[in-house]
């Protein structure tokens, strides 16, 4: 039990005067809990930002090599800017939410404002979430829709190869690599997000509560 548990808990069957203090009490630390929720998601964010900025100088320039055969770079490159763009509304709304909450003054606005920052997060997830899914398939289909093209860029020597069956291959190991990359990252945002979504859920249920009893 947490010490807004034991507040709450003392709360009950007080003296109307010691109950107003207790009630102060009380939203005083689901503002502070809150505050300080809404200050890790945005911290959070920021790291994994540049986390996977840094992973871009780590990654080989070989790696791209097949995108730039097959006249894909031109297009990463504009998705990158507007991908990198949209984190960072996406991190300006953040900030913006912890700097609306600390300076609430209200328990209504609270609530008001833990339903926004739950809505934001929740749109993060998905827009990182779908947009793995969407490149990953925009790429495929623009990297297997020229077959010619692509068995040049994959077999240059023509090399006595089976081509069809190694584009099997490929398709099926890109699949299966989507799979692993958006699984990953939905257990990453349920844990990390899901337990400071579910401690700002935990708030919002006690300020219900204490708005109902006022």
């Keep these: 039990m947490d010490v ?6 003392a709360w009950k069957n007080q003296p109307e005067e010691q109950n107003k203090h207790s009630a102060k ?17 945005f911290i959070i964010g920021i790291l994994e930002f540049l986390f996977w900025s840094a992973l871009n100088f780590v990654i080989p320039d070989s790696f791209y090599q097949v ?20 984190i960072a509304i996406f991190l300006y709304l953040f ?6 909450v600390s300076l609430t003054d209200s328990t209504r606005k ?8 739950r809505k934001t997060v929740k749109y993060y997830v998905f827009y990182n979430l779908a947009t793995v899914f969407l ?3 925009v790429l495929n289909v623009v990297m297997f829709s020229d077959s010619d093209k692509l068995m040049q860029t994959m077999n240059p020597d023509n090399l006595a190869i089976d081509m069809s069956q190694i584009i099997t291959i490929t398709i099926i190991s890109q699949v299966v690599a989507l ?6 990252l939905w257990l990453f945002y349920k844990l990390v997000y899901g337990i400071l979504l579910r401690k700002l ?12 009893l006022n």
């Design 135 to 137: 490149i990953s398939i």
């Design 4 to 9: 807004l548990d034991n507040y709450k808990k």
């Design 95 to 100: 900030y913006n939410n912890h700097q609306r």
């Design 110 to 117: 609270l609530m008001k404002n833990i339903l926004r920052i």
């Design 25 to 41: 009490e009380i939203y005083k630390l689901a503002h502070s809990k809150s505050s300080s929720i809404v200050k890790w998601i």
């Design 179 to 184: 799979i692993i990359i958006l699984v990953f």
């Design 201 to 212: 859920n935990k708030n919002y249920k006690e300020l219900a509560r204490l708005d109902a």
């Design 67 to 86: 995108y730039e055969d097959l006249n894909l770079t031109g297009f990463l490159k504009v998705f990158v800017v507007l991908h990198y763009i949209i």
